[in-house]
């Protein structure tokens, strides 16, 4: 048996950014409860030199749409990092889970070898094809910064687990 790319990237991307929701919506409950200042949570950072909950989120919803975008051959999408809040953060997860459920998992085959070009820099240009794209490079991202806003949320006095960031699969 043969597992697609789509198979090893669309659900699990789903699954955990559904995680990722349900945990920022007991976020907004737990801010609300405490009487805690939202951004006390949404700015929050494990170092001084990491980014704050919000940019994590918004990372992980970039990993799950530029790579899905990409093993299908499809465009990007660019959006603005504009989210401000927990509920425009849940926007954007919304959006990001629309966009790869709409992509047609045809558009996956041959994915594994087709080439991946990415410019994370002037002038660094790197070339992986898609197999090596998604598992050595773009599922370890997708997990550090969900991981990263579980932790944050974690630290932050959320009342949450493991259950909650491995969402509903």
Avoid: N
């Amino acid at each position: 048996m043969t597992l697609s790319l789509h198979a090893a990237s669309v659900p699990v991307f789903a699954q955990l950014l559904g995680g990722l929701s349900d945990v920022l919506a007991k976020a907004a409950a737990h801010a609300t409860e405490r009487k805690i200042e939202p951004d006390a949570l949404l700015q929050s950072r494990l170092f001084p030199d990491m980014f704050p909950l919000l940019r994590q989120v918004q990372i992980a919803c970039d990993f799950a749409k530029s790579v899905s975008a990409r093993l299908a051959g499809a465009e990007v999408p660019a959006w603005e990092d504009s989210e401000k809040t927990f509920d425009e953060l849940q926007a954007r997860i919304r959006r990001t889970l629309d966009f790869i459920a709409g992509l047609d998992a045809g558009a996956f085959e041959g994915a594994a070898g087709r080439e991946i070009v990415l410019r994370p820099g002037t002038p660094k240009e790197r070339r992986l094809d898609g197999q090596a794209y998604l598992l050595a490079y773009g599922l370890p991202q997708f997990f550090f910064h969900v991981t990263t806003s579980y932790a944050l949320l974690r630290h932050g006095g959320v009342e949450i687990g493991k259950r909650d960031f491995m969402g509903k699969y």
